[in-house]
């Protein structure tokens, strides 16, 4: 599985953004899409998930209820709302793939940064 991201840029503190991933390749293998991220001079965390099928959801505490992860099972495709951004919500955001039968997220996309600014 293939995995390009886009969006990303400078947003100010309270701002939105819109991160998009688009899923090529063994799309029919996926069990799952996420979003993680790395800030600088710290280690990368979970920060949204989605299952493939059914579309459940799962959410890091430090973005629930500012953050909305959804897919299109069409379009192959997985976006991250943000809202009510914060300065720590700055750093590299990673889309990455679970397949069927994996336990883990074994394919990843490029980052792309986000920048909030107070």
């Known amino acids: 599985v293939q995995l390009q991201a886009s969006g990303g840029g400078l947003a100010q503190a309270g701002g939105s953004q819109r991160l998009s991933c688009a899923a090529s390749?063994?799309?029919?293998?996926?069990?799952?899409l996420a979003w993680f991220r790395q800030a600088p001079g710290k280690e990368r965390e979970f920060v949204a998930s989605?299952?493939?099928?059914?579309?459940?959801?799962s959410y890091a505490d430090s973005v629930k209820g500012r953050f909305t992860i959804s897919r299109d099972v069409v379009k192959n495709t997985v976006d991250l709302q943000m809202n009510s951004l914060k300065p720590e919500d700055t750093a590299v955001y990673f889309c990455?793939?679970?397949?069927?039968?994996?336990?883990?997220?074994?394919?990843w996309g490029r980052g792309t940064q986000v920048t909030v600014s107070s």
């Open positions: 990455a793939c679970r397949l069927i039968g994996s336990r883990e997220y074994g394919y």
């Open positions: 390749g063994r799309t029919s293998s996926i069990y799952a």
């Open positions: 989605i299952r493939w099928s059914g579309g459940s959801t």
